[in-house]
């Protein structure tokens, strides 16, 4: 290669910096390649390095027709380890590219011949590095640099790997086409809301049960519109509250779809979560839908099914209960002292067993939204005596304090209110033991009655807290297990108090006791 006369020592400064590459090449015995020693290099191949060792970003560069190759700092990486660095400085480009040169080789003629720049973009060319041969993804441009005549001189490569960012590309593309299968086996339906505009995306089965056109967005008023008329509200509410950042976003609803291009109604169950920005404004509200329709019309026929035994069983155990009631009346004409006793205490257990089955009855009401609130008023004073005497009649052993304003009327359901109060009691009498009291209190305060009810039981533990009122939830302990009970009765107070709008709670210390609170509208 021609060269030219250089000032003494000008390639000392052309050749400073440049980091650990910097190093490398002034240290490399370029007296052993065909460009020989750095001082008799032109001021193009000089400057060409000087440009690439100082740059912060990936350049390489091959001169003249050994194609010899240099490279920076930034191109380091992707060598990798126990590869090609550092053998590729000084090295000949065929011999350090063998595994990629007839992919490389026809850029650089190209190049070189005078063609124009190349330019690719996230092209896979696996190179050696690592101890192995790894697909590695480059966007990277030829250019030629021309000597000080103005003739070829080399090839200048700017380059950066992008391996990772197609990696990454691939596995969002193999965890989205997961997701698609996942939902579309689960048979699933999706919506995406973009609170702003009040328009949403869906897949395409959202969008056959709601009857919707297949254009991308659709106005929320036109799903809202295929809702149920008795839904309508409770749904538009619960996205309302869903997108508020105060109520944490989450959104978890159950309703029914009436497609007029479908005439059976579907059941469907809503789960989402909307998104906030760094301001705490809502910009995405998303989420799935599953259709329950089969669920409920089982859980329907199961309900029918409940109701139509419990109304079975009810009429022997009315039969019976005139029987006994007729026995204990002959009774106290002799004088039996085992008889008397014995009937009143049958009795209570007919009564106990009367009560287990109005439970499931009105669990059969409340699923099928057959349930109904008749209200009147009452003293409460007098229900709660009434209450207190009933238990008594069944159980000793337990003393029962009482202190309720003999004036307070309550505008309620009588008979509910009494099947919630007499549910607290004898779960305070079955879970205590005998010889230990039971506090109930009431008051009237901000035009509410407040109702408590306190026993020195073995108490609540605070993972059983949170499902104690779910349907079907009992306590499993040593100490229950003989302890005989559905889990239906908390259950069904708690819904007796919500259709009363009124609000019902447990304060409990394992170990100590437990409190159970409701508060009712006094009208």
């Given at each position: 290669m021609e060269t030219v006369d250089q000032p003494k020592?000008?390639?000392?400064?052309?050749?400073?910096g440049g980091g650990k590459m910097g190093e490398l090449t002034r240290s490399f015995d370029w007296s052993s390649t065909v460009l020989g020693s750095p001082e008799n290099w032109s001021q193009s191949l000089l400057t060409t390095i000087s440009i690439i060792l100082n740059s912060r970003f990936p350049m390489f560069l091959w001169w003249g027709p050994e194609l010899i190759q240099f490279y920076n700092d930034a191109y380091r990486p992707s060598l990798g380890?126990?590869?090609?660095?550092?053998?590729?400085?000084g090295q000949r480009g065929e011999e350090c590219?063998?595994?990629?040169?007839?992919?490389?080789?026809?850029?650089?003629?190209?190049?070189?011949?005078?063609?124009?720049?190349?330019?690719?973009?996230?092209?896979?060319?696996?190179?050696?590095?690592?101890?192995?041969?790894?697909?590695v993804y480059w966007t990277f441009s030829y250019s030629r640099v021309n000597d000080e005549y103005g003739k070829p001189g080399g090839v200048l490569v700017i380059c950066n790997e992008t391996t990772k960012q197609i990696n990454s590309f691939h596995e969002l593309e193999l965890a989205k086409d997961e997701l698609e299968f996942a939902i579309t086996s689960a048979?699933?339906?999706?919506?995406?809301?973009?609170?702003?505009?009040?328009?949403?995306?869906?897949?395409?089965?959202?969008?056959?049960?709601f009857g919707l056109p297949p254009e991308s967005n659709i106005e929320l008023s036109r799903a809202i519109a295929v809702i149920a008329e008795q839904d309508r509200e409770r749904v538009s509410k619960a996205i309302e509250a869903a997108i508020a950042i105060e109520n944490g976003g989450g959104y978890d609803i159950e309703y029914t779809i009436i497609n007029p291009l479908d005439p059976m109604p579907r059941h469907v169950r809503a789960k989402g979560k909307a998104m906030f920005n760094e301001k705490n404004e809502v910009f995405r509200f998303s989420g799935v839908m599953l259709d329950v329709t089969e669920q409920k019309n089982d859980e329907m026929r199961k309900n029918d099914f409940i109701g139509m035994v419990s109304h079975e069983l009810k009429t022997p155990l009315t039969s019976l209960t005139g029987y006994i009631q007729m026995l204990m009346i002959k009774t106290r004409k002799i004088e039996d002292d085992f008889m008397s006793p014995a009937l009143v205490k049958m009795n209570a257990q007919i009564r106990r067993m009367t009560g287990l089955i109005?439970?499931?009855?009105?669990?059969?009401?409340?699923?099928?939204?057959?349930?109904?609130?008749?209200?009147?008023?009452?003293?409460?004073?007098?229900?709660?005596?009434?209450?207190?005497?009933?238990?008594?009649?069944?159980?000793?052993?337990?003393?029962?304090?009482?202190?309720?304003?003999?004036?307070?009327?309550?505008?309620?359901?009588?008979?509910?209110?009494?099947?919630?109060?007499?549910?607290?009691?004898n779960n305070a009498i079955k879970y205590s033991p005998k010889g230990r009291k039971i506090d109930i209190k009431c008051r009237e305060e901000d035009e509410k009655l407040h109702f408590s009810i306190r026993d020195e039981g073995m108490g609540i533990k605070p993972h059983d807290l949170q499902r104690l009122f779910d349907r079907f939830y009992r306590i499993e302990t040593k100490h229950t297990e003989n302890i005989s009970g559905f889990g239906i009765g908390l259950y069904l107070s708690a819904e007796i108090?919500?259709?009363?709008?009124g609000r019902i709670w447990v304060e409990s210390q394992s170990g100590v006791g437990s409190t159970f609170f409701f508060d009712l509208p006094l009208a």
């Open positions: 020592n000008s390639y000392h400064q052309c050749l400073s380890n126990e590869g090609k660095h550092p053998g590729a400085l590219w063998p595994e990629i040169w007839p992919v490389i080789k026809p850029l650089i003629d190209q190049v070189m011949a005078g063609g124009e720049s190349t330019w690719s973009e996230d092209q896979l060319i696996p190179i050696y590095r690592n101890g192995n041969l790894e697909n048979e699933l339906g999706t919506w995406d809301l973009n609170p702003a505009t009040g328009k949403f995306i869906g897949n395409e089965r959202l969008k056959s049960w109005n439970g499931f009855l009105n669990i059969s009401r409340l699923e099928s939204g057959k349930i109904q609130i008749n209200k009147q008023s009452f003293c409460l004073n007098e229900l709660i005596q009434q209450i207190i005497e009933e238990a008594e009649m069944t159980t000793s052993g337990h003393e029962i304090t009482f202190e309720c304003p003999s004036s307070l009327t309550l505008f309620a359901d009588r008979d509910k209110i009494a099947a919630v109060i007499s549910n607290l009691l108090i919500a259709h009363h709008k």
